[in-house]
Nanobody, 119 residues
Framework: QVQLVESGGGLVQPGGSLRLSCAAS????????IGWYRQAPGKQRELVAT???????NYADFVKGRFTISRDNAKNTVYLQMNNLKPEDTANYYC?????????????WGQGTLVTVSS
């Protein structure tokens, strides 16, 4: 079973930047997509950004122009560069991996990393 470990969360002032990392415990050969979701207190989990095996990216409208998703296949790691952070970006950020194995699709979540944007 593959595991995802997120890191990089923390406290940052409005307008600041953070880079989140999500490392997979092993190489996945048939990735459908890997991405980031977030969940603020009292709200539903929502998509932030995803990247497919072919490198296509998808962003939520509220992060376009501010966040960038990227990956390092050699390190089995995906990143989320977050710039110009706003208080409303405060949430737990979760990494999600959707992959195919043994003819079926699987989904794995990380444990989450907390991002707090506050002055």
């Amino acid at each position: 079973q593959v595991q995802l470990v997120e890191s990089g969360g923390g406290l940052v002032q409005p307008g600041g930047s953070l880079r989140l990392s999500c490392a997979a415990s092993r190489t996945i050969f048939s990735i459908n997509a890997i991405g980031w979701y977030r969940q603020a207190p009292g709200k539903q989990r929502e998509l932030v950004a995803t990247i497919t095996s072919g490198g296509s990216t998808n962003y939520a409208d509220f992060v376009k122009g501010r966040f960038t998703i990227s990956r390092d296949n050699a390190k089995n790691t995906v990143y989320l560069q977050m710039n110009n952070l706003k208080p409303e970006d405060t949430a737990n950020y979760y990494c999600n991996l959707n992959f195919r194995q043994w003819g079926a699709n699987f989904e794995v979540w990380g444990q989450g990393t907390l991002v707090t944007v506050s002055s």
